[in-house]
Each structure stands twice: as structure tokens, then as C-alpha cells.
């Protein structure tokens, strides 16, 4: 004997029910089964506004009573063969007039009982069931109609009746203990011992099939549905969830008590007690493996079986220090609750027994308010209870799985990756079975958190992370590109997926949830973006709250750059190319890596020096690793290393200077390189990082452009000044020369004095053999005291600081945790 349940979007349309009439009639060639189903797709939900607006005195409930009768009798008179039709629809039509009569009086004493209500929705199972039964006899099936009210009977608790299991299963077994028909029984409703129509609660149809597999001892129950089986998480919440192959009952029970909608929660009760599997099909796939649930799940590997939630919860808090050590109080909160009929769905409690929070469904939480603060006046008023206090707009989030029991780390997975995406837990619970973390997090945050968990447990292999990339001029199409270039490599191999929810110029900006391809850019963004505002831009992404976000700076604002903190606050990590914050202010450094941590995210700014080059992941980790910087000295400007390791005091410095600008070596203004800016903030940088505080003002920074050259009014004025002054620089050349030196522009700190200049080095010295555009930077340090540690290599280029900031974020995906310490 196989159980069958049908639900409503089995039997949602013409199409489908046939694929249920072919599903019911293999089965029964296999052997003996009793069907078990809902009302068409919807018709409960109709059934529900029906009664209320008639209790209204809206009659527009005849427009709904007269299109579900349409639509009943459109099926009848597609499945039914026309000879039975006439008695089906006469039937079917004396079932539809006593609905009608009970909805008028309704309209006419606008009075809607609990027990008037119960009868008008078990009119959409009575309706289907009998529909389907004489469709199966219609194609050769010897098929009966079974008013499930006979068989299940209960108390009067109308709306989620309880059952009385030894009665029913009597009846069950009389019934059909012995039949040879196939029993298509109304799922969903039941009867009081007097005959009054009772529901077991909205998805009662699979209890009703379990409660006949347990009477029946039956092989296995089988809940069709339009799904694969019971998924990770909500398919309607987290994109990429997966089919769970196997739960245990505790597991299924768990999961479907916080929000797993394929089966009803009471379902698993009956057929735990007598060992039945119950499977979850899927109607339009019935070649799909689904789940199984049975009592033990053997050798599952899997620590965590699936993400559930409670969307809408209050959270209710009583504190106050007069609580501690004094016994009884938590049986007088919940003695309370329970004489008010409210029902805790969540319990935690301090362990220093100052505060107790639960969490209830929100149309109770006013319920439990007043009756908690009735309860405890005395308490309140003498500041035993310091307070009583509601949060709403809060949700419930559990990780379940038999594998978590007595598996380390799990909790610690768990929280990690909440802690990393910025999302604030507001209580948590656990059960001494240990399978089964609950969380409550505010229901803003209530997908990012299913999400993130999702993605920890079931897709750790898939490292994602959102970009919100802005800046597309040269440095930020080169990084555009070399996503597009890298980006299926990088999924395929790496299982990093790369997507672009967010990008920005100075003039638009556009955001997308789904992601976005990485070219086209800029013209879409001026035909398809909105007016560009950093804070809207921040907000926006802000609010689509996805997991893993980083923001990714390829400019040189100091506007953008001043909005960091902005950024960081909002649980962003960061990668920028933009050396404006961290060679700005000391206290604006500072403030930068204390944010960075606060938050919990990561900050990375490799190509503030070297473009590529690991330069500042060397020196961060020769920190953290306890050695200290005794001198720093580079080379640290790929356009003034070309322009002295080509300059040779023949051909004219001024000409060389122009060759480096038309190979795209320099700014568009060459003046932005030789006046030694850009090198001294690298300095900066580098002196910060090891730990030395020092301002922008600390350092000597000689200006290679000459006096009347600075303020020409054009680039061919900056020439032509500049070359005014080709013989001093000539000279100084030959006079490095004949000594068997050459010319170097470089950044220097050594106790205490930061410097940056053009000097002239020996043969011996570590950056005499630069050549072309390379940086060098030599770290000197108390180990490294007799050879520096040298790190060398391009230092200039859009396409190598493209690299960079790749290397950046890859660097990010590939942490457990995000920190502005380097892993």
C-alpha cells in the first residue's frame, strides 16, 4: 500500500491533472494506493476572500463563486468522458448551491464564525477529489470519492483542529483497510465526533495522507508537489539552491517548523511512529529523485542539510538585573503567555539570567505585551524588571542538519560568515541536539542572511563576490577587460564567480542586482544610467544588501576617496587604486584602518605604490611578523625610472621627457610626475604601514620641474621651458658620469628623515641596474640587516595596475574571514 497526496498546483489546471490521472494509473499497475488531494491551484485562497467579503456585505463574492464554478466545470467537461458528464455536473452543481447558500447567509448576518469559516474552504477539496475520482473511472480505473470528514475526526478547535488519533485510525482502517478501489480522499479537512466540518491548518492535505499511511501501515507516503523535493533553502530567496537527497524525520520536522513549505509540519509525526518514508516528487518530473525522509539518513557527509526561515517574527525582551538568581520567574513568563494563548516560537536566556528574549508571530506579539506587562506591574513599577520591550520586523533563520551534532566548527562557520557581511544577530538559540542553529536577524537582512549562510554551507567551493566598480577611465576599462578576459577561467578553475552589480563615472552610475556584462562600457552607462551621486550610488547598493559586496575605486578622487568611511560603515570591503586617503591626513589613515576592523571588512590598496608589485603585502607581512623597519628606499615612479634610465646626456632631457609622455608613460600633464608628488605619497604610504607616523609636511620632496616651467599655460609652453633647462640637466648627468654613477630618482626614509630626490648611485648600490619603466623598492630591516629585501618589477601601466587590483580582489574572495590583516 503507497499513500499518494496531490497538491493544489498538481491539480492546478487540465494539463496537470492529466499528468496526475497517468501518474495515479502506473501506479496502481504497481500495486494497491489510496490519493490524497488539495483543491484546484488557488481555489482555497478564493474561498478565504469569498467568505470574508460576504461577511462584508462585498458582493463581488458571486463573481468569484460564479468563476470558480466555471472553472470546475470546464475540467469536468475536458476529462470526463460525455456520458458520465450529466451526472458529474449535476453532482458537482448541488455541491456549488450549498456553498452558495451558506455564503448568503453570511452576506445577510454579516457574522463569520471559525466553524462557518472551516466549512466554506473544505469546499475546494470536496469539489477536486470528487472530480478526479470520476475522471479516473471515466478512463477504466475503478476509483471512490472518500469525504475525508468521515474518517478523520477531531476536536473543535476550528481552523487547526487536533486530531483524535485512535478514533480516526478506526475509522481508516474500516474503511480502507480492505478496499480494492482506488480512494481519492479530500485532503485538508476532518469533522468533529458531532459532524461539524474542521481543517487541519492551511497544508493540512499531507497530514491527512500521513495519518492514513500510519492507519494503514503503509508502504511509503508520496507528497506531489512542483518542486524537486525539499531544496537548501527557499528557492524564492536564495538563487542557488540545491535539491536535498535524504533528511532524517527530526530533520524534515525542523526544517518545516521554520518556513520549509513542501511539507507540513504535523505530517512527519504519524509516519515517524511507524517508520514510513515519506518522499517529496515532483508532479511535472516524476523522473526526478526528490527527497526521501526516513528514520536515519546513512553515511550523509553533509554537516548542515538546509537554511530555513520564519520571514515575520517580533522579538520580546524582559531585562533587568532583579531577575538574576531568583527561581520561578521564567515559568511565570511563560504561564503568562500560555493563559494568553501565545505561541513561542524561539527561547534564549543569558546565562547570567538578566535577560530572557522569545520570539512570536507578530499578530500575538501586542497579545503577549499585555499580558507580560499585566503579569509582572508589581515587578515593573519596584524596577525588579527594568523593561519589557518589542522589536518588530524581524525574521528567524536555522541552519539544520544531523551532521552538526557533536561536528566542530560549525558554529563557527555559522557566525563568520554573518560577521563578514555585516549582518547583526539579535539573539540565537540552540538545542542540546545540536542540530539546529537559530538565529533571529532583522528581517531588512533577512535574504542576505539566508544567502550568506547558503553560500558558507552548500556553495564554500563557489567563492562570489559582488563588485561595484567606480572609475571607468583608463585604469578601471583596463580592469573591465581583464574581468571579461578572466572571468570563466576564474569560475570553471578557481571556483571564483565575479559579478558586476554596480558601476559609475563621475557623471552616471548604474546598479543591477542580477549582475552585468563587463563591456560596453562607457557609452551604456550614458544611455542607460542615472545622474551620478556617491551617496545614492552607496545607498542603493546599499539596499540590494547582497553578500560579499566590495566597492572598487579606480580613480584618483579625493572626493570618492573621502567617502571611504561611508563605504566601510555600510559593511563594504574595499580595493582602490586611489592614493588620496591613505597619503592624506595621518588621523584620516588611521581612521581608515580602525573602520576596517570595526566593520569587519577588508581594505586593500596595493597599486597606492606599486601598481602590481606586491609591495605593500611584503611589507605588511615582514610587520606582522614581528621584524622591524629600520630603512625604506625605491624607485617608486615607473615614468621617472624610464625617463633616467634612458635619459644618457645626449639626446635632450626635454625630449626625452616628451618620448615618455607619447608612449603614455607620463600624465596627460607631465609636470604631475617630475614634481615628485605621486613618489612622495607612495613614501608615505609605505613609511605608514611600517608603523611610523609621519604627515605629508615630514617630507622633503625635491621638484625636478623648473621654476618657470611650473606655471606654463600649456604643455607645448611646459616643453618649451623645459628645455631652457637642458644643459643643467645634462650636466648633472655628466657629472654623475665621470664619477661611474647615474642619475636616480628616489624615495627614502631612514631614522627619522623622509626624503625624495634625484641622486646619483654607484655600481654597487641595489638599483643600479634598473632599466625601462621597473620599480625597485629595497625594505632594509633587522632581518634583512645585511642584504635588504628587494622587490622589483613594472611599476607603471594601466594594465598592471589592472592586475593589481585584481590580485586585490581575488585576495578578498579567498579569505574566511574579511580583515584589513593580511591572511
Not at 507540513?264 to 511535472?284: D, V
Not at 515575520?312 to 521564567?330: N, P, Q, R, W, Y
Not at 597606492?608 to 605588511?620: E, F, R, S
Not at 661611474?740 to 641596474?769: K, M, N, W
Request: hydrophobic share 40%.
Amino acid at each position: 500500500m503507497r499513500i499518494l497526496k496531490f497538491g493544489g498546483t498538481s491539480v492546478g489546471s487540465e494539463d496537470a491533472i492529466r499528468k496526475v490521472l497517468k501518474l495515479i494509473a502506473r501506479k496502481r499497475e504497481e500495486g494497491r494506493i489510496q490519493v490524497v488531494v488539495s483543491a484546484f491551484g488557488g481555489v482555497t485562497n478564493t474561498l478565504q476572500q469569498m467568505v470574508e467579503d460576504a461577511s462584508a456585505g462585498n458582493q463581488s463574492y458571486r463573481e468569484q463563486l460564479k468563476a470558480i464554478e466555471d472553472r470546475h466545470i470546464d475540467i469536468v467537461r475536458k476529462l470526463i468522458g460525455v456520458k458520465q458528464q450529466s451526472t458529474v455536473l449535476t453532482e458537482l452543481k448541488v455541491l456549488l448551491n450549498e456553498l452558495d447558500d451558506v455564503l448568503h447567509g453570511v452576506s445577510l448576518t454579516h457574522e463569520l464564525t471559525d466553524r462557518t469559516r472551516d466549512f466554506v474552504l473544505g469546499f475546494g477539496e470536496r469539489l477536486s477529489a470528487y472530480i478526479l475520482s470520476k475522471a479516473l473511472a471515466s478512463s477504466g480505473i475503478e476509483a471512490e470519492y472518500i469525504d475525508a470528514r468521515e474518517l478523520i475526526k477531531t476536536n473543535d478547535d476550528f481552523g487547526n483542529a487536533r486530531v483524535l488519533v485512535p478514533t480516526t485510525y478506526e475509522n481508516i482502517r474500516e474503511r480502507l483497510q480492505e478496499s480494492e478501489f482506488v480512494g481519492i480522499v479530500t485532503g485538508y479537512i476532518s469533522s468533529t465526533v458531532n459532524g461539524e466540518t474542521t481543517t487541519l491548518g492551511r497544508g493540512g492535505s499531507d497530514y491527512t495522507a500521513s495519518l492514513i499511511g500510519a492507519a494503514l501501515n503503509a508502504e511509503a507516503i508520496e507528497i506531489w508537489t512542483d518542486v524537486e523535493g525539499i531544496m537548501t533553502a527557499d528557492p524564492r530567496k536564495v538563487g542557488r539552491h540545491l535539491p536535498i537527497g535524504r533528511l532524517s524525520y527530526e530533520e524534515a520536522m525542523e526544517l518545516s517548523h521554520f518556513g520549509a513549505e513542501v511539507i507540513y509540519p504535523p505530517t512527519i509525526h504519524p509516519a515517524m511512529e511507524q517508520a514510513i518514508p515519506i518522499f517529496i516528487k515532483n508532479t511535472f518530473k516524476p523522473e526526478a529523485k526528490g527527497t526521501v525522509i526516513t528514520r536515519e539518513v546513512q553515511d550523509d557527509k553533509s554537516s548542515v542539510k538546509g537554511i530555513s526561515s520564519i520571514d515575520h517574527i517580533t522579538l520580546i525582551t524582559l531585562k533587568g538585573s532583579g531577575m538574576v538568581g531568583v527561581s520561578g520567574f521564567a515559568a511565570r513568563i511563560f504561564s503568562a503567555l500560555a493563559d494568553a494563548g501565545v505561541n513561542i516560537i524561539m527561547i534564549t536566556q543569558a546565562s547570567s539570567e538578566h535577560t530572557v528574549c522569545f520570539a512570536v508571530l507578530p499578530g500575538q506579539a501586542a497579545l503577549a505585551m499585555q499580558a507580560l506587562e499585566r503579569h509582572f506591574k508589581r515587578e515593573l513599577e519596584e524596577g525588579i524588571i527594568d523593561e519589557i520591550k518589542e522589536e518588530p520586523d524581524c525574521s528567524i533563520v536555522a541552519a539544520v542538519g544531523e551532521g552538526m551534532k557533536r561536528t566542530p566548527g560549525i558554529s563557527g562557520r555559522f557566525f563568520r560568515s554573518l560577521g563578514r557581511n555585516g549582518i547583526n544577530v539579535r539573539a540565537i538559540a540552540q538545542g542540546s541536539s545540536e542540530r539546529n542553529i537559530s538565529i533571529v536577524v532583522q528581517e531588512d537582512d533577512l535574504a542576505k542572511t539566508l544567502n550568506t549562510i547558503h553560500d558558507a554551507f552548500f556553495l564554500s567551493e563557489i567563492k562570489s563576490v559582488n563588485l561595484f566598480l567606480i572609475g571607468i577611465g583608463l585604469i578601471g576599462s583596463k580592469l573591465l577587460d581583464l574581468f571579461d578576459k578572466q572571468a570563466s577561467l576564474l569560475f570553471e578553475k578557481h571556483n571564483i564567480e565575479l559579478k558586476l552589480c554596480g558601476i559609475a563615472n563621475s557623471r552616471y552610475y548604474k546598479i543591477r542586482e542580477e549582475g552585468m556584462p563587463f563591456t560596453g562600457w562607457p557609452d551604456r552607462l550614458e544611455e542607460e544610467g542615472e545622474p551620478m551621486s556617491l551617496q545614492q550610488f552607496l545607498e542603493e547598493a546599499d539596499r540590494l544588501n547582497l553578500p560579499n559586496s566590495l566597492f572598487i575605486d579606480c580613480t584618483a578622487s579625493e572626493e570618492v576617496s573621502d567617502f571611504y568611511p561611508e563605504v566601510m560603515k555600510a559593511n563594504f570591503s574595499l580595493v582602490t587604486a586611489n592614493k588620496k586617503a591613505n597619503s592624506g591626513t595621518l588621523k584620516r589613515y588611521q581612521e581608515l584602518q580602525e573602520l576596517a576592523l570595526e566593520h569587519n571588512v577588508m581594505y586593500l590598496y596595493e597599486t597606492n605604490v606599486g601598481a602590481g608589485l606586491p609591495v605593500v603585502k611584503t611589507l605588511k607581512e615582514q610587520v606582522l611578523a614581528g621584524d622591524e623597519i629600520t630603512k625604506i628606499e625605491g624607485v617608486l615612479s615607473g615614468t621617472l625610472s624610464y625617463i633616467f634610465n634612458t635619459y644618457d646626456g645626449k639626446t635632450p632631457f626635454s625630449q626625452v621627457v616628451r618620448n615618455a609622455l607619447e608612449k603614455g608613460y607620463t600624465e596627460p600633464d607631465p609636470r604631475e610626475d617630475l614634481n615628485g608628488r605621486d613618489v612622495a605619497r607612495k613614501l608615505l604610504i609605505l613609511a605608514r604601514e611600517a608603523g611610523i607616523e609621519v604627515e605629508m609636511g615630514d617630507l622633503e620632496v625635491q621638484n625636478l620641474v623648473p621654476g618657470p616651467a611650473r606655471e606654463a599655460d600649456s604643455i607645448e609652453d611646459f616643453f618649451e621651458k623645459l628645455a631652457e633647462f637642458d644643459d643643467d640637466f645634462r650636466q648633472q648627468y655628466e657629472q654623475a658620469a665621470s664619477k661611474g654613477h647615474r642619475l636616480c630618482y628616489i624615495a627614502r626614509y631612514e631614522q627619522g628623515d623622509a626624503t625624495v630626490a634625484l641622486e646619483e648611485i654607484g655600481s654597487d648600490h641595489p638599483f643600479s641596474g634598473l632599466s625601462g619603466s621597473d620599480n625597485i623598492i629595497a625594505f632594509h630591516t633587522k632581518h634583512y640587516r645585511d642584504t635588504p629585501l628587494v622587490v622589483k618589477g613594472p611599476g607603471a601601466g594601466a594594465e598592471v595596475t589592472a592586475g593589481g587590483i585584481l590580485a586585490d580582489i581575488l585576495r578578498i574572495s579567498n579569505v574566511p574571514s574579511f580583515s584589513n590583516k593580511i591572511v
